[in-house]
Nanobody, 114 residues
Framework: QVQLVESGGGLVQAGGSLRLSCAASANIFSINTMAWYRQAPGKPRDLVASITRGGITNYADSVKGRFTISRSIAKNTVYLQMNSLKPEDTAVYYC????????WGQGTQVTVSS
């Protein structure tokens, strides 16, 4: 059983930045893939960014060049640095871990005002 605890969400103006954190209860080097997903009201949950155990990253086209996923193995934590935020980035952001099985965090709200 792996617990994922997100933090760092909040309200920010368009053009601003936020950094989300996801603290895992397990050694993240034992996890195949960790990722951030987001879900806006009335929309499906979509992949934002992912990082594999080997450090390979992947981004949704909509966030490329603005968001960066990174990790601290020592802290068992994955981060999502979000810059140049837009109102359309408003969503609940979820941390995800695939060992397998898969685990989800409880979500953190990000609201970007115009």
């Amino acid at each position: 059983q792996v617990q994922l605890v997100e933090s760092g969400g909040g309200l920010v103006q368009a053009g601003g930045s936020l950094r989300l954190s996801c603290a895992a209860s397990a050694n993240i080097f034992s996890i195949n893939t960790m990722a951030w997903y987001r879900q806006a009201p009335g929309k499906p949950r979509d992949l934002v960014a992912s990082i594999t155990r080997g450090g390979i990253t992947n981004y949704a086209d909509s966030v490329k060049g603005r968001f960066t996923i990174s990790r601290s193995i020592a802290k068992n934590t994955v981060y999502l640095q979000m810059n140049s935020l837009k109102p359309e980035d408003t969503a609940v952001y979820y941390c995800y871990a695939l060992i397998p099985p898969t685990y989800w965090g409880q979500g953190t709200q990000v609201t970007v005002s115009s």
